[in-house]
């Protein structure tokens, strides 16, 4: 059964830092590309930023280049986003996606709250 648990949602200040990780269980996780993304109600879900199977790859979205930054350990099968410098409209539910390359195989964390709020 294919699982992805993200954790390390809060509340925290304008100007704060969080650290996402996302957790997998029953793939084979250095096959798949990993991506964040992230949704606030009433909107749809946005990507955030992505990396490749062999980290070779990262990739942002222009809202948050230069503020966040995404790696991997394979060895933990664990994705993380580090966010630095957050900003209010940062605030959303932040999924992670296992992908699977040049497919449409993959599959959805169910979330983590993130708010950035004085």
């Known amino acids: 059964q294919v699982q992805l648990v993200e954790s390390g949602g809060g509340l925290v200040p304008p100007g704060g830092f969080l650290r996402l990780s996302c957790t997998t269980s029953g793939i084979i996780f250095s096959l798949y590309n990993m991506g964040w993304y992230r949704q606030v109600p009433g909107k749809d879900r946005e990507w955030v930023a992505s990396i490749s199977s062999d980290s070779r790859t990262t990739k942002y979205a222009d809202s948050v280049k230069g503020r966040f930054t995404i790696s991997r350990d394979n060895r933990k099968n664990t994705v993380y986003l580090q966010m630095n410098s957050l900003k209010p409209e940062d605030t959303a539910v932040y999924y992670c996606?296992?992908?699977?390359?040049?497919?449409?195989?993959?599959?959805w964390g169910r979330g983590t709250q993130v708010t950035v709020s004085s």
């Open positions: 996606k296992a992908s699977v390359p040049h497919t449409d195989s993959h599959a």
